[in-house]
């Protein structure tokens, strides 16, 4: 994963005015709701918990919360319930003799229990301890309202004594979350599952991609809260399933539309505050996905305005990726413009690679021909090409499986991203993943919903829906038997204790690029 991070300095970027201005005007009115915790709870070590803790209900009633004093070294764990994003107060008072010196406090913002079982101050990892969500507060006067000024993704917040003094102690009451997101779980159009599994696997979903959805579909709520292209590819088709929010695709098309380099190439993500700015990161494949995401928008809305306004900016970056195939027909990869795929660096990404630019290609053409390009038979041309040089060189009819890379390496990334791309007809394409079934199944080494979202849809287009159900319900579904109450940002089922950043107490568990059965569902297993 150590590409998703890179530092290109020089980097020279158009600001198309006329653009941003249309992202702003898109920019939606957040919606909010107060919501309380439900209980109280104590954060015990479980070594057979997600890692390692689990929240008990505590001896203490969340309705007397205001008759319990706390002193130095005590601790109170409120749990909301569910996730949530949002600002957080709550009313402090002083019990005993007059306040004699400041009250000091630690508060913990917890997606889960492990947040605050592990000690942070342990934490070692490449990402910044910044993230980390607890504060240090000190208070001169009580009673007063602690009001938390920065937004906060959790489900469980934890408040620790850290001192008052020998002659008082501290109570709390009415503790309050604000929330925010620029959709309301009642914009979901109900759809009928009986398989009760696949039921919470929906609800789960529909709640990640709600707390996700702010001023910019954020990759994940409790860290950069940033927008990521490959992220905003797939919460688009996820939310035209269900909240089909039409103004909020429009502004994140926007932003990226009206930030390329000057060459013409997309950042693989983009800033919001204090104003637009776009990343120095780059991949291949999330820089291409702008235009996937532009042909689904217009799918689903019938926009002619932005297609007239992004179509330049998707054909310029078609041009740039082109110049990638070498002279076989073939992807070069280049360390400069790397190919995602997932976080794994340890699968050769070549044929994934050439895949999802043919994949690509054949959604711009289908834009092309709404535009009556003159150059769509160029475009159909290349494709043939391209997909002739991967069924010619990329596929071993020896192991029935795609190779890539000079090593001739087969994964599974590689016969997924060939069966979404169509590369081969329906009959072949169901042969293909039989074979992976039966080679690479069950999947290991992959650690993120993303990945897993195109094996399950994979599966589903190459008529496989029976083993698409069950991938959705052992991995989806298996984070919701460790208790998830939105999706994750990586979870690999043979470790579920497994963090990309060396502690729980970093990573992000309610995550953009997870909530999408509730696409597959809607597309594949409901009408």
Avoid at 240 to 263: D, H, I, P, S, W
Avoid at 348 to 369: M, P, R, W
Avoid at 473 to 492: I, P, Q, R
Wanted: contains cysteine; charged residues 25%; glycine residues 4%.
């Amino acid at each position: 994963m150590a590409f998703t991070f890179q530092i290109n300095n020089g980097v020279k970027f158009n600001h198309n005015k006329n653009l941003l201005k249309k992202a702003d005007e898109n920019i939606p009115e957040l919606k909010h709701e107060k919501i309380h915790p439900v209980k109280i709870v104590d954060i015990i070590s479980d070594k057979n918990a997600m890692n390692g803790f689990k929240a008990i209900k505590s001896d203490k009633k969340i309705e007397r919360l205001s008759d319990y004093s706390f002193k130095k070294g005590q601790r109170l764990v409120l749990d909301f319930g569910n996730h949530a994003v949002g600002y957080f107060k709550i009313d402090l008072n002083s019990v005993g003799s007059p306040m004699d010196a400041p009250a000091y406090l630690h508060l913990t913002f917890a997606e889960t229990p492990a947040e605050i079982g592990v000690d942070s101050s342990t934490y070692d990892g490449w990402l910044s301890s910044s993230w980390i969500a607890e504060e240090y507060v000190h208070l001169d006067v009580l009673p007063t309202t602690l009001k938390m000024p920065r937004r906060y993704s959790f489900r469980y917040v934890e408040i620790e004594v850290k001192d008052t003094s020998p002659k008082w102690q501290i109570s709390f009451s009415n503790p309050e979350v604000t929330t925010e997101s620029a959709v309301s779980v009642k914009d979901v159009p109900k759809v009928e599952i009986d398989d009760p599994m696949l039921k919470k696997i929906d609800q789960v979903s529909i709640k990640t991609l709600q707390d996700c959805m702010q001023e910019v579909f954020e990759d994940g709520p409790k860290r950069d809260h940033r927008l990521w292209l490959g992220d905003l590819r797939l919460q688009a088709l996820a939310n035209y399933a269900t909240f089909n929010n039409q103004e909020l695709v429009k502004r994140c098309l926007y932003l990226f539309g009206g930030m390329t380099t000057e060459e013409g190439k997309i950042s693989a993500n983009v800033f919001t505050k204090p104003e637009s700015i776009p990343d120095d990161t780059f991949m291949y494949d999330y820089s291409l996905f702008f235009i996937s995401v532009l042909k689904d928008y217009f799918d689903n809305f019938k926009d002619q305005s932005i297609l007239d306004d992004l179509y330049p900016v998707a054909k310029k970056e078609i041009e740039l990726a082109l110049k990638e195939i070498g002279t076989d027909n073939i992807l070069k990869m280049n360390e400069d413009w790397p190919v995602f795929v997932d976080w794994s660096n340890d699968i050769d990404k070549q044929a994934s690679g050439q895949a999802i630019l043919i994949y690509v290609l054949k959604q711009f053409v289908a834009l092309a021909e709404q535009k009556q390009d003159n150059d769509i038979n160029k475009y159909k041309r290349i494709i043939d090409d391209l997909s002739k040089a991967a069924k010619d060189e990329l596929f071993d009819s020896n192991k029935g499986l795609f190779i890539s890379g000079p090593d001739r390496e087969v994964n599974i990334a590689s016969q997924v991203w060939m069966v979404i791309a169509h590369v081969l007809n329906d009959d072949e394409n169901n042969e293909l993943m039989t074979k992976s079934v039966e080679e690479l199944f069950p999947v290991t080494g992959i650690a993120t919903p993303y990945m897993y979202h195109h094996i399950a849809l994979a599966l589903f287009e190459s008529g496989h829906k029976n083993d698409g159900v069950e991938l959705i319900k052992s991995y989806w579904g298996k984070m919701v038997d460790l208790g998830a109450d939105t999706f994750w940002e990586a979870f690999e089922p043979e470790d579920p204790n497994f963090s990309p950043y060396g502690s729980p107490v970093i990573n992000s568990y309610c995550h953009a690029w997870s909530c999408t059965p509730i696409y597959l569902i809607r597309k594949y297993l409901v009408k």
